[in-house]
């Protein structure tokens, strides 16, 4: 059974950084390509960015370009999201989801997901 | 960015119903449109895939179609289980998601 389990949320100032992880079970990690997608309090969803099978490219939205960075580690079977120069406008569940295969951009799985607040 | 526009924000229905609603790309997508289900305090699961393609492990009473650029989600006999928000994407290019249609 897949199982995305994402940590590292909590309080952040304006201005700080976040790292957050994401642990996959359940499926051959390194055979998907995974995504990051976030959502506002009472609000939709935003797709961050995504990192192919081996790492060797990512792409991410113009929303958070230059800010962000996704990572993986296979031999760990985890995710990555580094987050600089956060807003308030950051302050969301932060999801983890992988991409179905054969069908990029679709996301057949996803993490409860880790909220991100940032404030003063 | 291509936007994703639903139809409509809410609406009201009850067990048993045939619940319809709609998503519209702002251009061309072809059929990379899925479809989620959100229910309050928890992750989105994916229901149709391209289109019209049911996700395995989803109920067969949701069915999606498209028409040119716009996209339906239909619930066949709604079930207690099934009030929650749908979302749209469109996975044409840099996904995009409809702000959601709620069912209650």
């Known amino acids: 059974q897949v199982h995305l389990v994402e940590s590292g949320g909590g309080l952040v100032k304006p201005g700080g950084s976040l790292r957050l992880s994401c642990a996959a079970s359940g499926f051959t990690f390194s055979d998907y390509f995974m995504s990051w997608i976030r959502q506002a309090p009472g609000k939709g969803l935003e797709w961050i960015g995504y990192?192919?099978?081996?790492?060797?490219?990512?792409n991410y939205a113009d929303s958070v370009k230059g800010r962000v960075t996704i990572s993986r580690d296979n031999s760990k079977n985890s995710l990555y999201l580094e987050m600089n120069n956060l807003g308030v406008e950051d302050t969301a569940v932060y999801y983890c989801?992988?991409?179905?295969?054969?069908?990029?951009?679709?996301?057949?799985?996803w993490g409860q997901g880790t909220l991100v607040t940032v404030s003063s | 960015d291509i936007q994703m526009t639903q139809s409509p924000d809410s609406l009201s229905a009850s067990v048993g119903d045939r619940v319809t609603m709609t998503c519209r790309a702002s251009?061309?997508?072809?059929?990379?449109l899925n479809w989620y289900q959100q229910k309050p305090g928890k992750a989105p699961k994916l229901l149709i895939h391209t289109a019209s393609s049911l996700q395995s492990g989803a109920p067969s009473r949701f069915t999606g179609n498209v028409s040119g650029t716009d996209f339906t989600l239909t619930i066949n006999g709604l079930q207690p289980e099934d009030f929650a928000i749908y979302y749209c994407?469109?996975?044409?290019?840099?996904?995009?998601f409809g702000q959601g249609t709620k069912v209650e």
């Open positions: 989801a992988r991409e179905r295969s054969g069908s990029y951009s679709t996301f057949d799985s």
């Open positions: 990192i192919t099978k081996t790492g060797s490219s990512k």
């Open positions: 251009q061309s997508i072809s059929d990379f």
């Open positions: 994407q469109q996975s044409y290019s840099t996904p995009t």
